[in-house]
């Protein structure tokens, strides 16, 4: 496109200024050129506004539709169970079990068990002191604490991953 051409067409579609517009008025006016070219231009621009746009079938969009909602049905969003947290609790609860029961059987006094066992006085629950209470405790918290945190973190990746897609 010429410069001539370039400044008709924001006249007519009316991006210029108004000093702007002055100015190409009175070139269409005074010059042949400008005047012709500007002609062309808004009998060119009528057609381009009586062109009707093209639109889809009913048919077309409705099969859009149904493909996308067949989409949609196979997995539902709420639905889908994350395989990594269930086995993350089930790991949590069997390392508490076996620490606890490597806990009782390092506790138990083996020697005293050489006749027949009698478990009503022979296995007594360990005794715990404060110390060892706080530790655990403690260690409890500490272990809750990050996968908690490490559950908030997978939680909020996944949220602003949805964001972005």
Do not use: H
Request: hydrophobic share 50%; charged share 20%; glycine share 4%.
């Amino acid at each position: 496109m010429n410069n001539i051409e370039e400044i008709l067409w924001n006249y007519i579609d009316g991006s210029c200024t108004p000093e702007e517009q002055n100015i190409i008025k009175t070139l269409i006016a005074e010059d042949e050129a400008y005047r012709l070219k500007y002609q062309e231009l808004l009998i060119l621009n009528k057609e381009f506004m009586a062109i009707e746009l093209e639109e889809p079938s009913m048919a077309f969009t409705y099969k859009v539709m149904e493909g996308i909602r067949a989409e949609n049905a196979l997995v539902p969003l709420k639905a889908r169970i994350n395989k990594k947290i269930i086995i993350g609790i089930a790991l949590f609860f069997v390392v508490t079990l076996v620490a606890m029961l490597g806990m009782v059987f390092a506790s138990v006094n083996w020697s005293a068990v050489s006749a027949p066992v009698n478990l009503t006085y022979s296995v007594k629950m360990p005794s715990i002191d404060a110390g060892k209470t706080k530790i655990a405790v403690d260690g409890f918290v500490f272990f809750d604490v990050i996968l908690a945190l490490y559950l908030l973190d997978g939680y909020l990746r996944k949220k602003a991953s949805a964001r972005q897609a």
